[in-house]
């Protein structure tokens, strides 16, 4: 099983990314999906999560700016982040759990909010 995250760069305060994750390989059962961050020198956090029926949590350092989402058929999750502010930067990471107790991440991916 792979997880190909994609979307970070860098982007100046305010802006916006969408960042996607794409599941891949033999799986079954996935129950949620969610996106992690690690910032430099610090402890990677839960961004956001979302189940299949469509059920979310967030962070409270990103409500009401990042948007979790997910296509079931294309085995992929996706996270609209706006309003940036320089202390979102970090490596950003998909992560997915199964109904039968796997769990998976991908490989991360960098997004850099700087003016």
């Known amino acids: 099983v792979q997880l190909q995250a994609s979307g970070g760069g860098l982007m100046q305060p305010g802006g916006s990314l969408r960042l996607s994750c794409a599941v891949s390989g033999s799986i079954f059962g996935i129950d949620r999906m969610s996106w992690y961050r690690q910032a430099p020198g610090k402890q990677r956090e839960l961004v956001a999560d979302i189940g299949g029926a469509g059920d979310t949590n967030y962070a409270d350092s990103v409500k009401g700016r990042f948007t979790i989402s997910r296509d079931n058929a294309k085995l992929a999750v996706y996270l609209q982040m706006g309003s940036l502010k320089p202390e979102d930067t970090a490596v950003y990471y998909c992560?997915?759990?199964?109904?039968?107790?796997?769990?998976?991440w991908g490989q991360g991916t960098l997004v850099t909010v700087s003016s």
């Open positions: 992560h997915v759990n199964t109904f039968y107790g796997t769990s998976y």
